[in-house]
């Protein structure tokens, strides 16, 4: 395999899994001790800008591990690993339809109803959480894939 598409994408996984774990162990954590209105207020300005900084990473890695895993494929070694990472990165794109981009688009426009503000807090972080689980998971596989020796 060659190792500039591999490291390109525990570059992008670890990029991606460090800014996730950036939003849910400190940013995440400081929605709840707002007013529900500040939060909306802070989160119409700076959600935008925590998603497109995060979302060419996300997308790059899904490719790069998408490019190795078929790469792996063809020589028929560390197919687990790029599989497993592509798996991850996968599911992180998925969320985005399934859960992020309407509850994001609620806090964005204020169309949530103020009284379920805490609640959505808190659905929010779960599902951010997720991400960060696989986006992590995948950080690592893809670390195995792009390490482990070709023989093995």
Request: overall charge positive.
């Amino acid at each position: 395999m060659a190792r500039a598409p591999e490291i390109a994408s525990v570059v992008l996984t670890s990029v991606f899994a460090g800014g996730s774990l950036l939003v849910s162990t400190a940013v995440a954590p400081g929605f709840s001790s707002m007013r529900p209105g500040e939060f909306l207020d802070w989160f119409a300005v700076h959600g935008p800008e925590m998603g497109m900084t995060l979302f060419p990473f996300n997308v790059g890695g899904t490719v790069m591990c998408g490019y190795n895993l078929l790469i792996a494929i063809k020589e028929k070694q560390r197919r687990l690993p790029w599989g497993l990472a592509t798996v991850c990165m996968v599911g992180t794109l998925v969320m985005l339809p399934l859960y992020f981009a309407r509850a994001n688009a609620a806090f964005i426009g204020k169309k949530i109803d103020i009284q379920e503000v805490p609640a959505g807090i808190t659905s929010w972080s779960s599902w951010q959480w997720g991400r960060t689980g696989l986006s992590l998971m995948a950080a690592i596989s893809a670390g195995w894939g792009a390490f482990r020796r070709p023989s093995e």
